[in-house]
């Protein structure tokens, strides 16, 4: 069966970078962009960034444009989020989806992962 599975997060200070990952399994990987997501507590959860199948386009939400990156490698099926100069509203629960590009970009996907917990603070 398909499998997402999120890992790297982490308890970090304000201004530190945080590298995920997620690794795919049971599916076509390159058949499908990639994308991530946050939710925090009592919150929707909210489009982070998304990247087509060969990795030639790429989203952000605007409150983390430039300073978090969204990359993939279709000979390993992961796809990695570098987020720097975190801040502490960026505190929530990554996970990683597959689907379409304009899908993902939309909160919809295929498949999910479970998620990783990202906590910056003080």
């Known amino acids: 069966q398909v499998q997402l599975v999120e890992s790297g997060g982490g308890l970090v200070q304000p201004g530190a970078s945080l590298r995920l990952s997620c690794q795919a399994s049971?599916?076509?990987?390159?058949?499908?962009?990639m994308g991530w997501f946050r939710q925090a507590p009592g919150k929707d959860r909210e489009f982070v960034a998304v990247?087509?199948?060969?990795?030639?386009?790429?989203n952000y939400a605007d409150s983390v444009s430039g300073r978090f990156t969204i990359s993939r490698d279709n000979a390993r099926n992961t796809v990695d989020l570098q987020m720097n100069s975190l801040k502490p509203e960026d505190t929530a629960v990554y996970s990683c989806?597959?689907?379409?590009?304009?899908?993902?970009?939309?909160?919809?996907?295929?498949?999910w992962g479970q998620g990783t917990q990202v906590i910056v603070s003080s």
């Open positions: 049971g599916l076509t990987f390159r058949s499908y962009a």
């Open positions: 989806a597959a689907g379409s590009f304009y899908g993902l970009g939309q909160n919809t996907g295929n498949h």
């Open positions: 990247i087509s199948w060969n990795g030639g386009r790429t």
